[in-house]
């Protein structure tokens, strides 16, 4: 054990040197130092890191100590050359082979493995496993393959990829090299299946803190989205900032809205020109505009450490795909916001783009990580900590993170929150269960609207219980219900019925916990305590 720890030694200190020397850096990130010994020392593993972990480092730094060429699968074929050209720029010789190449490119490319010059190559997973790529590669001095967004490979994951399940042939394809898979997003399930797909030999699985603790997050109803949105832009004036869309259409409004505002924003959606697209993303990182408003198309591999807040216009499809979004603020390891507006609107939305899915296990899996999702915006619990324990991890704060809306006490809690959600649940029982959330909060607020008066309604108990609460304060409570599990929705029409555990508040013998939605007001000032 001395002489393999002073292996380990010896390797940390060339691993050190070279990224001092190619990179600049003095240290290591948590979790690279063990990382990269793994690719030295030829152990498969697999490596969860949260997105700004520095994941490219702990594959890059081991192809430049090792002897021999690194084979990187990555799926962004987009971002490839971006790659080859930063590693050019900083001595290392790399290249990538992948769909866009001419004829000829890829012929180069060749002649740099046989020459054994090449030190990374990064390959698209679907060229990869070509029976005749893999004989060429087996005639090249391949260290050892690392697999980017490794989470692909499974149904769990939140991107999963089809032509990433073809990698399940590296294993036995190079005996000799060891596979090292990298992720930023894996829940334990997601972990087991990547391991095993890939067939991983005695894998060793390293798991860093999924905590971000420099990121403030705050979540809110949607009442007025582009003042909502303002409000935060106005927080970090003149600072980079994303805003997250669903739709291209919405990506489109939403920026032209700001311009008209006078904020500098640019789109950034599939839909546009590769050029354009290209061209934006360049002003964004040149920091010539400050805002980009995008769909999920936008971040994936960008290396823009100074995000200072990323915004939700509309709610995400599971908390991984939130977790990897907002994780683009605040890489740099400063204080970021993280901001979620959302609606029921959002749930519906997702609901009918999850339906158009014919695979059935993938819709079973869309559906849950969306409950996850939704639970996650209406709870009133610690969001550090509700993030972390998705990712089966736990933080010890004894007082609160510090560092969210609930912590902050942003949230007010309710009183009286028993007898309040005995009124809701009494008028979903009075209206037989038959009808939205929208329209129950409207009778309880007492609406005079034409289906209310048409239902006769008007005429109920509960008709009117909650005049002096606000529409969002009203809607903000059923969602807390029903992420509570006290109500829940039903059918396709999405009429909200009582739970069992509803009928125990219905009986007093148990009390939701309920808090007051926020105002606009509520969160400026505890924004500036903060
Ligand atoms: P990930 O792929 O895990 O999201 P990246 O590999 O893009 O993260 O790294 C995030 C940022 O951290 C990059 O700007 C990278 O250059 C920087 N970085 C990575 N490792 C180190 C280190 N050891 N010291 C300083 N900066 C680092
Ligand atoms: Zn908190």
């Known amino acids: 054990t001395v002489a393999v720890a002073d292996a380990a030694d010896d390797h940390a200190e060339q691993l050190l040197a070279a990224i001092k020397q190619y990179w600049g850096y003095d240290s290591f990130r948590p979790l690279q130092r063990e990382a990269m010994l793994g690719a030295m020392e030829g152990r498969d593993c697999l490596t969860v890191l949260p997105t700004g972990g520095g994941k490219s480092l702990c594959y890059q730094a081991p192809a430049v100590c090792r002897d021999g060429m690194a084979v990187v699968v990555s799926p962004l074929i987009a971002l490839m050359k971006d790659q080859v050209d930063a590693l050019t ?26 020459s054994g010059e090449l030190k990374m190559l990064f390959a698209a997973p679907e060229r990869l496993v070509q029976p005749r790529t893999i004989e060429f590669l087996r005639e090249a001095n391949v260290s050892f393959i690392a697999i980017d967004e490794a989470h692909c490979i499974s149904n769990w994951g939140h991107d999963f990829r089809p032509e990433y399940r073809k990698l399940n042939c590296l294993r036995e394809a190079f005996p000799e090299a060891s596979i090292h898979a990298f992720t930023a997003t894996a829940t334990e399930q997601v972990r087991q299946d990547i391991v095993d797909q890939l067939d991983l030999r005695d894998a060793e699985v390293l798991v860093g803190s999924f905590d971000r603790p420099n990121l403030l997050y705050r979540v809110e109803r949607r009442s007025d989205a582009m003042s909502q949105i303002r409000q935060v832009i106005d927080r970090h004036p003149n600072e980079s900032g994303i805003v997250y869309c669903i739709s291209r259409s919405n990506v489109e409004d939403t920026a032209a809205t700001l311009k008209t505002f006078g904020y500098k924003a640019l789109p950034y959606h599939a839909g546009l020109e590769a050029e354009q697209r290209r061209a934006h993303q360049e002003a964004f990182i040149d920091e010539k505009v400050d805002i980009i408003v995008a769909t999920v198309a936008f971040g994936m591999g960008i290396d823009k450490s100074n995000v200072r807040y990323v915004i939700h216009a509309e709610m995400p499809r599971s908390i991984e795909a939130y977790q990897q979004e907002s994780g683009r603020a ?27 899915s014919d695979n059935e296990d993938n819709r079973k899996a869309s559906f849950a990580a969306l409950g996850g999702m939704e ?3 209406s709870s009133v619990t610690c ?18 993170c510090g560092a969210c809306d609930v912590c902050l006490n942003e949230v007010e809690t309710v ?20 009808f939205g959330a929208d329209y129950t909060a409207q009778v309880l607020r007492g609406s005079r609207n034409k289906k209310v008066r048409h239902n006769k309604h008007d005429q109920l108990s509960t008709y009117g219980l909650l005049k002096h609460e606000s529409e969002a304060v009203v809607r903000g409570w059923i969602d807390q219900l029903l992420s509570q599990g006290f109500l829940k929705r039903s059918g396709e029409h999405s009429v909200i019925v009582i739970t069992e555990e509803g009928n125990r508040v219905l009986k007093g013998d148990v009390t939701p916990s309920l808090a007051r939605p926020k105002t606009r007001q509520t969160v400026q000032s505890a924004a500036d305590k903060w």
Request: net charge negative.
């Open 383 to 400: 969001r550090h900590q509700q993030l972390v324990g998705h990712f089966g991890q736990t933080l010890d704060h004894t007082t609160g």
């Open 375 to 377: 639970r996650f915006c």
């Open 89 to 114: 720029e900083c001595g290392i010789p790399a290249a990538f082979v992948n769909s866009s190449l001419t004829a000829q490119e890829r012929l180069d490319v060749a002649n740099r493995v046989r």
């Open 415 to 434: 009183d009286d929150a028993l007898v309040t959600a005995q009124k809701i649940i009494s008028s979903v029982y009075r209206q037989e269960q038959r």
């Open 330 to 356: 605040g890489r740099d390891g400063l204080e970021a916001e993280c901001y979620l507006i959302y609606s029921g609107r959002d749930i519906n939305t997702w609901e009918f783009l999850i339906n158009q």
